[in-house]
């Protein structure tokens, strides 16, 4: 059952999947479409989840569920993936690729390679201070963190 995201309490859990590339406006638009029609059918073992999502920052795809009211069960998340893969097949997305990072560098967002990131520290062109996502994140509340410095990040390990 769809709820929208100001409804879900800060324990809501979430799943983050980031495109390696900039998602086009349009394909954005569908994919939110997409996204509604299958939270709104998302249910653990035919009890309906209350679940959201949508696009961020016209490259990440987040799916919550207040666990609060019915929790998601393997079956259930099996069917979360299931849709992701088909939204990379449908839209010539990578959404599993977790050796990609994203970055905030002047209002900008860039997603790049592990390499290609420990590279830019190297040279100077990101550091510590640089907003990384953490897409490691689990709730709704730790999206307030879901930005953070390099340095406090457990990307860090990947540029010392």
């Known amino acids: 059952m769809k709820v929208e995201f100001e409804e879900l309490?800060?324990?809501?859990?979430l799943w983050i999947y980031q495109s390696d590339r900039v998602i086009a406006r349009d394909q954005?638009?569908?994919?939110?479409?997409e996204i509604d029609s299958f939270v709104s059918g998302w249910a653990a073992h035919q009890v309906p989840l209350a679940?959201?999502?949508?696009?961020f920052h016209d490259r990440f795809i987040?799916?919550?569920?207040?666990?609060e009211?019915?929790?998601?069960?393997?079956?259930?998340?099996?069917?979360s993936v299931a849709f992701i893969?088909?939204?990379e097949s449908t839209y010539?997305?990578?959404?599993?690729?977790r050796m990609t990072f994203s970055y905030e560098k002047d209002g900008v967002i860039y997603t790049?390679?592990?390499?290609?990131?420990?590279?830019?520290?190297?040279?100077?062109e990101i550091n510590e201070n640089t907003l990384v996502f953490d897409n490691l994140i689990k709730t709704k509340s730790q999206l307030s963190e879901w930005k953070k410095p390099l340095g406090n990040s457990w990307m860090k390990r990947f540029v010392s």
């Open 62 to 67: 987040v799916l919550m569920v207040d666990e």
């Open 9 to 13: 309490t800060d324990n809501a859990r």
């Open 85 to 87: 893969k088909h939204l």
């Open 51 to 55: 679940a959201s999502g949508k696009v």
């Open 69 to 79: 009211k019915n929790a998601a069960s393997g079956c259930s998340i099996d069917t």
């Open 28 to 33: 954005v638009d569908l994919i939110n479409e």
């Open 92 to 97: 010539g997305l990578r959404l599993f690729d």
């Open 112 to 124: 790049v390679p592990k390499e290609r990131f420990k590279q830019l520290y190297q040279d100077g």
